[in-house]
């Protein structure tokens, strides 16, 4: 279970109500410094840093993607295979809004509003996963099968090299 110096966050809520079993990972944040900054920091391989991107579709309705850190999504591909005409990210200013959360600090679980979760399937075959907790400077490590038990997000193939 998680130990009590966790950030007391509305992500850290939801994973302590869901009984998920996590580790705390701080690290120093940069602005601007993603993914490639965190695992750095944390002596992680960036592939099994995911990142929460909170994009849009051609109505304006937002969804979340979670994505391997050394990759970006093919949002054309994503926006053929939910249906619709194009995908695109949000403004920071919607992203906080839907999500809750600060830029650079966003995390899946615990957003303000329900949106669906789209997540790169071979992140499910990864051992062991670092994602946002809900506050820049934070990501929290767990089994994918937590998150996916949690979430029940789709799986997708979307990812591309950067």
């Given at each position: ?5 966790s ?11 869901e ?11 940069e602005?601007k410094g993603?993914t490639e ?8 391989d960036?592939?099994a840093?995911?990142?929460t ?16 850190g050394?990759?970006?999504v ?21 992203a ?32 062991k ?12 490590g767990?089994?994918?099968?937590e998150?996916?038990r ?13």
């Amino acid at each position: 279970m998680a130990k009590e110096k966790s950030p007391v966050t509305a992500a850290v809520r939801v994973l302590r109500a869901e009984k998920v079993e996590f580790s705390d990972h701080p690290y120093s944040y940069e602005e601007k410094g993603g993914t490639e900054v965190s695992s750095r920091e944390l002596g992680v391989d960036e592939h099994a840093v995911i990142k929460t991107l909170i994009m849009e579709d051609d109505r304006r309705k937002p969804l979340i993607v979670l994505m391997h850190g050394d990759l970006q999504v093919s949002t054309k591909e994503l926006a053929r295979l939910i249906g619709v005409k194009q995908v695109s990210p949000c403004s920071a200013d919607m992203a906080q809004k839907q999500s809750g959360f600060l830029v650079g600090g966003t995390s899946p679980f615990g957003t303000r509003h329900l949106m669906p979760v789209y997540m790169e399937e071979s992140i499910s075959g990864l051992p062991k996963i670092y994602i946002n907790g809900g506050k820049r400077g934070y990501l929290v490590g767990m089994a994918p099968s937590e998150l996916i038990r949690v979430l029940k997000p789709r799986l997708v193939t979307v990812g591309i090299k950067r």
